[in-house]
T-cell receptor
Framework: GENVEQHPSTLSVQEGDSAVIKCTYSDSASNYFPWYKQELGKGPQLIIDIRSNVGEKKDQRIAVTLNKTAKHFSLHITETQPEDSAVYFCAAFKAAGNKLTFGGGTRVLVKP | DTAVSQTPKYLVTQMGNDKSIKCEQNLGHDTMYWYKQDSKKFLKIMFSYNNKELIINETVPNRFSPKSPDKAHLNLHINSLELGDSAVYFC????????????FGSGTQLSVL
């Protein structure tokens, strides 16, 4: 089955700096890669996603990149703000089996 | 309006008891899920139902029994609770057309004493 590894597990940044979270996946049949943000006491919420036919996608201060050959994808947050503090999850989806596999999560702390 | 709502938010119970968690979604989605999040925040799928039919059952002990009375509801019943069942349980839903996009509820924190 699919295996998604996520690094780092914790990330502390100064407000205004950038944060980068990296994920790798094992199954080349996976074709959709979402990122979820989980705030304290809440469920994960989709913040950005990328499909396997696209290399990069940006939405304001967040961007995702995908290297299909290396089976790597990354989340980039620029100009971090305290409200960016949360746990972030990457995931990989394979249509066959209709299954979304999550990475282990990254706890991001933005220090004012 | 809450899109995916689950109750209760907190559940504290003794080992050996039986308990249920309820989930409802008002998004008109066809597919619903139960995920378990352990103390290290790892999210693992337990079950998936499409239009009341079970489609994913991930090696979950048969003490856990999901029930879907209609496509808007997916409840989780747990028999003979064990200490290791303590976790946060999330309900989620997705639309058939974009099954990969999940909408999560706010979670039920289960503590088994």
């Amino acid at each position: 089955g699919e295996n998604v590894e996520q690094h780092p597990s914790t990330l502390s940044v100064q407000e205004g700096d950038s944060a980068v979270i990296k994920c790798t996946y094992s199954d080349s049949a996976s074709n959709y890669f979402p990122w979820y943000k989980q705030e304290l006491g809440k469920g994960p919420q989709l913040i950005i996603d990328i499909r396997s036919n696209v290399g990069e996608k940006k939405d304001q201060r967040i961007a995702v990149t995908l290297n299909k050959t290396a089976k790597h994808f990354s989340l980039h947050i620029t100009e971090t703000q305290p409200e960016d503090s949360a746990v972030y999850f990457c995931a990989a989806f394979k249509a066959a089996g209709n299954k979304l596999t999550f990475g282990g999560g990254t706890r991001v702390l933005v220090k004012p | 309006d809450t899109a995916v709502s689950q109750t209760p938010k907190y559940l504290v119970t003794q080992m050996g008891n039986d308990k249920s968690i309820k989930c409802e979604q008002n998004l008109g989605h066809d597919t619903m899920y139960w995920y378990k999040q352990d103390s290290k925040k790892f999210l693992k799928i337990m079950f998936s139902y499409n239009n009341k039919e079970l489609i994913i059952n991930e090696t979950v002990p048969n003490r856990f029994s999901p029930k879907s009375p209609d496509k808007a509801h997916l409840n989780l019943h747990i028999n003979s609770l064990e200490l290791g069942d303590s976790a946060v349980y999330f309900c989620a839903s997705s639309d058939r057309a974009t099954n990969e996009k999940l909408f999560f509820g706010s979670g039920t924190q289960l503590s088994v004493l």
